[in-house]
Antibody, heavy 118, light 108 residues
Framework: QEQLVESGGALVKPGGSLRLSCAASGFIFSDFYLSWIRQAPGKGLEWVSHISTTGENIYHVDSVSGRFTIFRDNAKNSLYLQMNSLRVEDTAVYYC???????????WGQGTLVTVSS | SSELTQDPAVSVALGQTVRITCQGDSFRHYYGTWYQQRPGQAPILVMYGKNNRPSGIPDRFSGSTSGDTASLTITGTQAEDEADYYCNSRDTSGHHRVFGGGTKLTVL
């Protein structure tokens, strides 16, 4: 069964750091691009970051650029998001998702909640 | 604001047809992708490409793209179709992906 399972969400103070993890199973992890997509409470979806199969190509949306870093470990079938200098507006459910390069996202995790509050 | 524009809310009577639209220059070059999200759940893919449904998605769902608008049509809407629907495509650079703001579908 193809699956993505996120972990690492927590309550953190503004300015703090957090690392999210996403464990994949049931498919060839290194064949797929991966992304982090977030959803603030009561709001819509926002594409945050993505990473190519080898990790060579990376993208971060402007609002997190310089603060968040996406990376992957194909040997461990895992995706990560290092989040530094967290802001209240980063509060959201963070979803891990996979897609083939020119295809749509076809598999989502269940999400992990990050709450930034003093 | 999003580069893809959706109506915030649409309603439809049970069994009737509803079209959910998404407007953006991206659609002059790319087909739209559509996700359904029920409360408390992760999104699921319901439509992509010219008019492609993933396995398990009922054939009452169809998609189309014309000019700068992508559309998701549900024919014979069922109660379980009540959900939020998000369009997805590439941004103006063509290199990255963005979502529309979402449409809340209410089935009356």
């Amino acid at each position: 069964q193809e699956q993505l399972v996120e972990s690492g969400g927590a309550l953190v103070k503004p300015g703090g750091s957090l690392r999210l993890s996403c464990a994949a199973s049931g498919f060839i992890f290194s064949d797929f691009y991966l992304s982090w997509i977030r959803q603030a409470p009561g709001k819509g979806l926002e594409w945050v970051s993505h990473i190519s199969t080898t990790g060579e190509n990376i993208y971060h949306v402007d609002s997190v650029s310089g603060r968040f870093t996406i990376f992957r470990d194909n040997a461990k079938n895992s995706l990560y998001l290092q989040m530094n200098s967290l802001r209240v507006e980063d509060t959201a459910v963070y979803y891990c998702a996979r897609y083939a390069r020119w295809e749509p996202v076809d598999l989502w995790g269940q999400g992990t909640l990050v709450t930034v509050s003093s | 604001s999003s580069e893809l524009t959706q109506d915030p809310a649409v309603s439809v009577a049970l069994g009737q047809t509803v079209r959910i639209t998404c407007q953006g220059d991206s659609f002059r070059h790319y087909y739209g992708t559509w996700y359904q999200q029920r409360p408390g759940q992760a999104p699921i893919l319901v439509m992509y490409g010219k008019n492609n449904r993933p396995s398990g998605i009922p054939d009452r769902f169809s998609g189309s793209t014309s000019g700068d608008t992508a559309s998701l049509t549900i024919t014979g809407t069922q109660a379980e179709d009540e959900a939020d629907y998000y369009c997805n495509s590439r941004d103006t650079s063509g290199h990255h992906r963005v979502f529309g703001g979402g449409t809340k579908l209410t089935v009356l």
